[in-house]
C-alpha cells in the first residue's frame, strides 16, 4: 500500500475541513494529478469523499472495512506487515498464507480478513470470523531457529497479545498454550502452522484471532458462555486497525527479544499472566482427561502440573479443558 494513501488518510484525519487539491500537494510533496489518482483509489478502498469546486477535498466516511492503509501508517515495524493484503471475505487466511509463502514472499507478510468463511482452529476445530468483527489475520514467518523452537514463538506471540489487550485496557490470561482468556471467556486463538524439515523451518503460519467489536447476541450460540470480546468486557468499539498495528509494531520487538535472549525474558512474563496457576484443572492429552494442578511454564516453553499421585509431569502438547 503506498504511503502518499496513507498521508492522505492522516492529513484528512488532521483537519476534518476541507483540502484543496493544491495544498494537498505542496503537503505531500507530490502533483495534483497524484493527489487525485490516490483518491480514487480510496474511493475504491470504501472512503468517501465530498468534492467541492472552489474548496477542495473533505473526507466524510471511513470504510467499515479493515484500511490496509490505515494499518501501515501506524506502523513503525522494519519487516511485519510491510507486505500486507487485506480480502473482505476468504476462506481462512492461513490459507492464503500458505500460498503467498509458496510464492515466496517474505518473511513478516501479513494477510488480514474481513469475513473468514472456513475460519481454522487448533485440532481442526472451526474458528467463528464474523465480517468485520474481529482481527482475523495471519502471518508468515522464516524465523532462523529450528523447528523444536516453533512453540516457544507460539508463547511469545501469547504474551505479545496479552500486551496489546492491556493498552486497550483489559487485563487477559493465558491459557496454555495458546488461548487468551479474559475471565473465564476466550477472547483470542492463536494458530501455528509450520513448514519443516527436521532441523530447518521453511516457514511458519502464525494466525491470530481476536474477537473485538461482537455483542454479546454476535456470539454464535455454542460459545456464547465461553467467548467474549473487547467491546463486551469494555462496552467500547476498537478500530481493529489500531489493534493490528499495535499487535505488529510490538510483535516485531518481541520477536527480536526472542531471537537474541531465547525464551527465558518471557517465561517470566507468562507466569505472571498464566490462566489457573496454581489450580487444578482437566488436561487433555493423548489418554483420557486428567487432573492436574497448574505449576509453572519451564525455559523451554514446555508447562509442568502436578499430577493426582503428587508426580510433575512437563506438558510439550495437551490441552487444559475448561
Ligand atoms: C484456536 O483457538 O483454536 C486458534 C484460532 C485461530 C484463529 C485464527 S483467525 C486468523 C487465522 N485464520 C484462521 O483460519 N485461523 C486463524
Redesign the pocket.
Known amino acids: 500500500m503506498g504511503s502518499t494513501k496513507s498521508k492522505l488518510i492522516q492529513l484528512f484525519k488532521e483537519q476534518e475541513d476541507y483540502l484543496s487539491g493544491q495544498r494537498l500537494a505542496e503537503r505531500l510533496n507530490v502533483s495534483r494529478t497524484a493527489v487525485w489518482k490516490n483518491i480514487k483509489e480510496l474511493e475504491k478502498e470504501g472512503f468517501v469523499f465530498e468534492s467541492l469546486k472552489w474548496k477542495g477535498y473533505k473526507l466524510l466516511e471511513s470504510p467499515v472495512s479493515i484500511s490496509p492503509s490505515e494499518v501501515q501508517q501506524s506502523l513503525d515495524t522494519i519487516e511485519l506487515g510491510k507486505k500486507l493484503f487485506y480480502f473482505k471475505e476468504v476462506t481462512?487466511?492461513?490459507e492464503r498464507v500458505h500460498a503467498l509463502a509458496k510464492e515466496g514472499y517474505p518473511h513478516g507478510t501479513v494477510v488480514l480478513a474481513g469475513e473468514?468463511t472456513a475460519?481454522?482452529?487448533?485440532r481442526k476445530?472451526e474458528?467463528s470470523?464474523l465480517k468485520g468483527k474481529g482481527m482475523?489475520?495471519?502471518l508468515l514467518l522464516r524465523p532462523p531457529f529450528p523447528p523444536a523452537k516453533a512453540p516457544q514463538l507460539t508463547l511469545v506471540a501469547a504474551t505479545t497479545v496479552v500486551q496489546v489487550l492491556r493498552e486497550f485496557g483489559v487485563t487477559a490470561k493465558i491459557k496454555w498454550p495458546?488461548?487468551i482468556m479474559i475471565g473465564d471467556r476466550k477472547v483470542c486463538?492463536?494458530?501455528t502452522e509450520m513448514q519443516a524439515e527436521q532441523d530447518w523451518i521453511d516457514y511458519l503460519v502464525l494466525?491470530?484471532?481476536l474477537n473485538v467489536n461482537q455483542n454479546e447476541t454476535e456470539m454464535p450460540g455454542e460459545l456464547k458462555k465461553k467467548a467474549t470480546s473487547l467491546y463486551i468486557e469494555t462496552g467500547v468499539e476498537s478500530a481493529i486497525e489500531d489493534i493490528v498495528s499495535c499487535l505488529l509494531n510490538r510483535f516485531e520487538v518481541e520477536l527480536g527479544r526472542f531471537y537474541d535472549k531465547g525464551f527465558l525474558p518471557f517465561q517470566q512474563e507468562w507466569q505472571s499472566s498464566g490462566y489457573k496457576t496454581g489450580e487444578w484443572v482437566d488436561v487433555s492429552t493423548w489418554k483420557k482427561p486428567w487432573r492436574a494442578k497448574v505449576t509453572r511454564i519451564e525455559e523451554d516453553g514446555a508447562l509442568t502440573v502436578l499430577d493426582e499421585q503428587g508426580q510433575e509431569q512437563r506438558l510439550y502438547s495437551a490441552e487444559i479443558l475448561w
Open positions: 481462512s487466511t492461513q473468514q475460519g481454522k482452529g487448533r476445530r474458528w470470523s482475523w489475520m495471519s495458546n488461548d486463538g492463536i494458530l494466525g491470530i484471532g
